[in-house]
């Protein structure tokens, strides 16, 4: 033995292939093609400075004589957001369980969840709110039900791929002592997915608080239907104290939720 390691051969470099080459020059086109179809101009945005320039010189100062009015909306967006999640966190539940693949009772119904759980995500909140406001009129419940279906495609889907990356020894190991397809998931499968779903849930809140807000423009209650209401009526400092109210409480939503969610995982 020489006492001196060998250096590995070197790589030899990629060649680049007739069928990379397209696939970039395609995927370049899509770039062009997408900039030049929504009319991107970096000079139309220094164009439109001054009109920027002159709609936040309106909107300041804030007008914080309406701060005790915001007080309601906020709460009831943050309400809105907290029953929406908590609805979607166990509405989602056992359809996250029949859509893993190794807990699910049967092939079959992962089979039937899986496009439903893909159809509800395709739609956004903004549409389900629309639908539940001319369903049950204004107010923060067409909200809640926005939430809770818009949140449901997403939850379920992250239900089902945390349960099915968990670590398979500890099912392997229950299994061996006899147990069942049933119990295995439950003192095996759920101990170890259960920390991570929370943590998603938290993280969800926090987005919803944000959706809420949207939520609101089209009717669905909260502090985005009076945002709204400024908008529509040109009280520019009016619209700044919204807005400077909502970026305060997202802010609390983000640190709150970044706490609990470090405590989880």
């Known amino acids: 033995m020489t006492g001196v390691l060998e250096k590995a051969p070197p790589r030899p470099p990629r060649l680049v292939t007739p069928l990379r080459t397209v696939a970039a020059a395609a995927g370049l086109g899509v770039l062009v093609w997408s900039f030049a179809g929504t009319g991107f101009s970096p000079v139309e945005i220094v164009r439109g400075l001054p009109n920027l320039v002159d709609l936040l010189a309106r909107m300041f100062p804030p007008d914080?004589?309406?701060?005790?009015?915001?007080?309601?909306?906020?709460?009831?967006?943050?309400?809105?957001?907290?029953?929406?999640?908590?609805?979607?966190?166990?509405?989602?539940?056992?359809?996250?369980?029949?859509?893993?693949?190794?807990?699910?009772?049967?092939?079959?119904?992962?089979?039937?969840?899986?496009?439903?759980?893909?159809?509800?995500?395709?739609?956004?909140?903004?549409?389900?709110?629309?639908?539940?406001?001319?369903?049950?009129?204004?107010?923060?419940?067409?909200?809640?039900?926005?939430?809770?279906?818009?949140?449901?495609?997403?939850?379920g889907k992250i239900y089902s791929e945390t349960l099915e990356s968990v670590d398979p020894r500890p099912v392997d190991a229950v299994s061996g002592l006899g147990a069942t397809r049933g119990q295995a998931a439950w003192y095996a499968v759920v101990p170890q997915a259960t920390p991570i779903m929370a943590s998603f849930v938290v993280y969800l809140l926090e987005i919803n608080f944000r959706a809420a807000t949207i939520l609101g423009v089209v009717g669905a209650g909260g502090i985005g239907y009076e945002l709204n209401a400024a908008i529509r009526l040109f009280q520019y400092q009016n619209m700044a104290m919204i807005l400077i109210t909502i970026g305060v409480c997202v802010a609390f939503f983000d640190f709150v939720s970044a706490h609990i969610r470090k405590r989880l995982l």
């Open 64 to 155: 914080v004589t309406i701060l005790p009015d915001l007080v309601e909306p906020i709460l009831e967006t943050v309400r809105m957001a907290i029953v929406g999640t908590a609805l979607a966190a166990v509405v989602a539940l056992p359809l996250g369980v029949l859509a893993a693949r190794n807990v699910t009772p049967h092939p079959a119904l992962r089979a039937v969840i899986r496009p439903i759980l893909n159809a509800l995500r395709t739609i956004p909140e903004l549409i389900f709110a629309l639908l539940f406001v001319a369903a049950v009129g204004l107010g923060p419940f067409a909200g809640v039900m926005a939430l809770l279906l818009g949140n449901l495609g997403f939850l």
